[in-house]
């Protein structure tokens, strides 16, 4: 399983943001708008008790991508695209996490300058393992939910912070 959470500075950041922001209490209307974010995460990966002594980092840091699109005041759909790359015990070995979704997200308190939401979303997900010449990886559907909170800096630009899991079932290896 895997797991994508904020940083502690990503955090620190948007609770700063969020208190200071200087957004006016205007309607945000955002019915029938294409959205477009980008995202810093920290992905965690679970323990691999197969390792034979090899260490992978747990978290490593990575971008996302998403692009949705606002159908009424409360439901938006979106791709969201992710990768971050954990580092090894083996300085020859690069193990890279990445994966997509659809998601459904459901934002409450509309016309708010600060909205909560939750999201649920199924897709891929890809894991590759790079030593010298040889490239090992594993595919595999999966799904994400989580819920996070949207914060509204104007008319047209936000920042949100969510906590997001991911499931994936690792069907195929080569």
Same mark, same amino acid.
Do not use: K
């Given at each position: 399983?895997? *797991?994508?959470?904020?940083?502690? *500075?990503?955090?620190?950041?948007?609770?700063?943001?969020?208190?200071?922001?200087?957004?006016?209490?205007?309607?945000?209307?955002?019915?029938?708008?294409?959205?477009?974010?980008?995202?810093?995460?920290? !992905?965690?990966?679970?323990? !691999?008790?197969?390792?034979?002594?090899?260490?992978?980092?747990?978290?490593?840091?990575?971008?996302?991508?998403?692009?949705?699109?606002?159908?009424? @005041? !409360?439901?938006?759909?979106? /791709?969201?695209?992710?990768?971050?790359?954990?580092?090894?015990?083996?300085?020859?070995?690069?193990?890279?996490?990445?994966?997509?979704?659809?998601?459904?997200?459901?934002?409450?308190? *509309?016309?708010?300058?600060?909205?909560?939401?939750?999201?649920?979303?199924?897709?891929?997900? !890809?894991?590759?393992?790079? @030593?010298?010449?040889?490239?090992?990886?594993?595919?595999?559907?999966?799904?994400?939910?989580?819920?996070?909170? @949207?914060?509204?800096?104007?008319?047209?630009?936000?920042?949100?912070?969510?906590?997001?899991?991911?499931?994936?079932?690792?069907?195929? /290896?080569?």
């Amino acid at each position: 399983m895997t *797991t994508r959470r904020p940083s502690r *500075t990503s955090t620190g950041l948007f609770l700063l943001t969020a208190f200071a922001a200087a957004a006016s209490a205007a309607d945000y209307d955002l019915e029938g708008r294409w959205l477009i974010g980008i995202d810093a995460v920290s !992905n965690t990966v679970g323990a !691999n008790d197969r390792a034979d002594g090899l260490f992978i980092e747990e978290t490593a840091p990575g971008a996302g991508l998403q692009f949705g699109y606002m159908f009424t @005041q !409360n439901f938006q759909v979106r /791709l969201y695209a992710a990768a971050a790359d954990h580092g090894t015990s083996n300085p020859d070995l690069d193990i890279r996490v990445g994966g997509g979704t659809f998601d459904a997200v459901y934002l409450f308190r *509309t016309g708010r300058q600060v909205r909560p939401y939750v999201f649920g979303g199924l897709g891929g997900f !890809n894991l590759e393992s790079r @030593q010298a010449d040889l490239l090992y990886s594993a595919e595999g559907p999966g799904m994400a939910i989580g819920g996070g909170v @949207q914060v509204m800096l104007g008319r047209r630009v936000s920042l949100h912070g969510a906590r997001r899991f991911e499931a994936s079932y690792w069907e195929s /290896l080569d």
